[in-house]
């Protein structure tokens, strides 16, 4: 359905990127910042964060704003009405008391990976995933797992449209290396991750598929670095993985 741009609130869209600004490496954001990454004027921004803040889902000090847990009611009801998290989560859980170790399910949004579903064992990352957390696509195994789902030339894109950060010392940021990684991803069937992301995590995801063969989905494995090198993943979790990817094929659509 082709929308007209005069049925477009444009207030709205500039307000959805105001809120898009904050992360985890951003909690915090004055006019002038938030102006900067959504690209919008500071008048603009400026008015969009004063109104965040008089409807309660931001906060304001005099110079910094954060997003309140309000904020958390736009994303935990659209994962309430996704159907994935709910197929996913008992399956989910049933995986990390098997295997001990924490596992999660996401969704590609652009460049950032979404999570839709979590079952913890212990903490891996220094800060906490849940759903509705988000990490870079380019640096994470469900992120690579996802991008070796799209064409060649769709992923090139969104690694073009990412802030390729050195995230570690063994982050890579070349964009044909992480093209090349992803044809290993797409003939391996799986992406293992070895403290790119932070120091420390190791993770090893695989595709989740629907009952037409279509990539809807990554599934992962995270745990912190042991002595064994990272292709001890493969002989220890992908039987698991490629089990509970099997099973959950004739259940998502």
Same mark, same amino acid.
């Given at each position: 359905?082709?929308?007209?741009?005069?049925?477009?609130?444009?207030?709205?869209?500039?307000?959805?990127?105001?809120?898009?600004?904050? !992360?985890?490496? %951003?909690?915090? *954001?004055?006019?002038?910042?938030? $102006? &900067?990454?959504?690209? +919008?004027?500071? =008048?603009?921004?400026?008015?969009?964060?004063?109104?965040?803040?008089?409807?309660?889902?931001?906060?304001?000090?005099?110079?910094?704003?954060?997003?309140?847990?309000?904020?958390?009611?736009?994303?935990?009801?659209?994962?309430?009405?996704?159907?994935?998290?709910?197929?996913?989560?008992?399956?989910?859980?049933?995986?990390?008391?098997?295997?001990?170790?924490?596992?999660?399910?996401?969704?590609?949004?652009?460049?950032?990976?979404?999570?839709?579903?979590?079952?913890?064992?212990?903490?891996?990352?220094?800060?906490?995933?849940?759903?509705?957390?988000?990490?870079?696509?380019?640096?994470? !195994?469900?992120? %690579?797992?996802? *991008?070796?789902?799209?064409?060649? $030339? &769709?992923?090139?894109? +969104?690694?073009? =449209?990412?802030?390729?950060?050195?995230?570690?010392?063994?982050?890579?940021?070349?964009?044909?290396?992480?093209?090349?990684?992803?044809?290993?991803?797409?003939?391996?069937?799986?992406?293992?991750?070895?403290?790119?992301?932070?120091?420390?995590?190791?993770?090893?995801?695989?595709?989740?598929?629907?009952?037409?063969?279509?990539?809807?989905?990554?599934?992962?494995?995270?745990?912190?670095?042991?002595?064994?090198?990272?292709?001890?993943?493969?002989?220890?979790?992908?039987?698991?993985?490629?089990?509970?990817?099997?099973?959950?094929?004739?259940?998502?659509?």
């Amino acid at each position: 359905m082709t929308v007209k741009e005069r049925d477009v609130m444009g207030g709205l869209l500039k307000g959805l990127k105001v809120i898009e600004a904050f !992360s985890a490496e %951003r909690p915090r *954001l004055s006019i002038s910042e938030a $102006a &900067e990454i959504t690209d +919008l004027d500071r =008048a603009t921004t400026r008015r969009c964060l004063l109104t965040l803040s008089e409807s309660g889902y931001a906060d304001y000090d005099g110079k910094f704003f954060t997003l309140t847990p309000r904020v958390l009611r736009l994303g935990t009801g659209c994962l309430a009405a996704m159907p994935l998290p709910r197929i996913v989560q008992p399956v989910l859980d049933r995986l990390s008391q098997e295997i001990g170790e924490s596992t999660s399910v996401s969704i590609l949004d652009e460049t950032e990976i979404v999570y839709v579903a979590r079952a913890a064992q212990r903490r891996v990352m220094s800060i906490a995933l849940m759903p509705g957390s988000r990490l870079p696509a380019y640096c994470t !195994s469900m992120g %690579r797992v996802l *991008l070796a789902a799209l064409d060649p $030339a &769709e992923a090139r894109r +969104l690694f073009e =449209a990412s802030s390729l950060e050195k995230r570690t010392e063994r982050t890579v940021t070349d964009i044909d290396a992480l093209m090349a990684v992803l044809a290993t991803v797409r003939n391996d069937g799986y992406a293992i991750i070895d403290q790119e992301v932070e120091i420390g995590l190791r993770s090893i995801a695989v595709p989740l598929r629907n009952a037409r063969q279509q990539v809807v989905a990554a599934l992962n494995v995270g745990l912190s670095v042991g002595v064994e090198p990272p292709s001890v993943l493969v002989e220890r979790y992908l039987p698991a993985l490629g089990k509970v990817s099997r099973e959950l094929a004739s259940m998502l659509s």
